[in-house]
T-cell receptor, first 112, second 117 residues
């Protein structure tokens, strides 16, 4: 079965330091991959998506992710964390039909 | 303003009661989806609809029902058969078709928090 694994349930960083949220996907045909962010009691907002046009994908709010087929990874990064980045982040892939498969989420804490 | 609206934001249900959650979109999307989110977990698919008057069960459809009579509307009914309905419910929509093998992203509403009293 196709799956998505987010390697850390919680990540804590200091404001102004880099962010790395890790995601691995089960290997199959070239997947559709997304990162979404969810602030408390809110819906999900799309940060970025992988569409095969480029392996390094730039998203909103300074986030980017790199698709590495050899490692089946799609890690999310940001050079400098801001307090407003504190939220839950979901790595998501499309399956062979029209459904999305969600990772279990990584909660990002940003310390002042 | 294009987007997805869900109502109500908070909903309380008594034991044995059916309740209906509303989802409306004005993005002209063909496909709509309902998800359930429990604390510390990712989203699980309840039902989805790729076109008007058609819908399919997702991974956890038992105790739920839906209808898709209009393109812009996809209400979810939580029936008394759903034994543990307390959760955060999210509706989403997307363009139906793929392109070059890649799935279009889904756009999410703000959610409805359902609590059983």
């Amino acid at each position: 079965a196709q799956s998505v694994t987010q390697l850390d349930s919680h990540v804590s960083v200091s404001e102004g330091t880099p962010v790395l949220l890790r995601c691995n996907y089960s290997s199959s045909y070239s997947p559709s991959l997304f990162w979404y962010v969810q602030h408390p009691n809110k819906g999900l907002q799309l940060l970025l998506k992988y569409t095969s046009a480029a392996t390094l994908v730039k998203g909103i709010n300074g986030f980017e992710a790199e698709f590495k087929k050899s490692e089946t990874s799609f890690h999310l990064t940001k050079p400098s964390a801001h307090m407003s980045d504190a939220a839950e982040y979901f790595c998501v892939r499309g399956d062979s039909s029209y459904k999305l498969i969600f990772g279990s989420g990584t909660r990002l804490l940003v310390r002042p | 303003d294009g987007g997805i609206t869900q109502s109500p934001k908070y909903l309380f249900r008594k034991e044995g009661q059916n309740v209906t959650l509303s989802c409306e979109q004005n993005l002209n999307h063909d496909a709509m989806y309902w998800y359930r989110q429990d604390p510390g977990q990712g989203l699980r698919l309840i039902y989805y609809s790729q076109i008007v008057n058609d819908f399919q069960k997702g991974d956890i459809a038992e105790g739920y029902s839906v209808s898709r009579e209009k393109k812009e509307s996809f209400p979810l009914t939580v029936t008394s058969a759903q034994k543990n309905p307390t959760a955060f419910y999210l509706c989403a929509s997307s363009t139906f078709t793929r392109t070059s093998g890649y799935l279009f992203e889904q756009f999410f509403g703000p959610g409805t928090r359902l609590t059983v009293l």
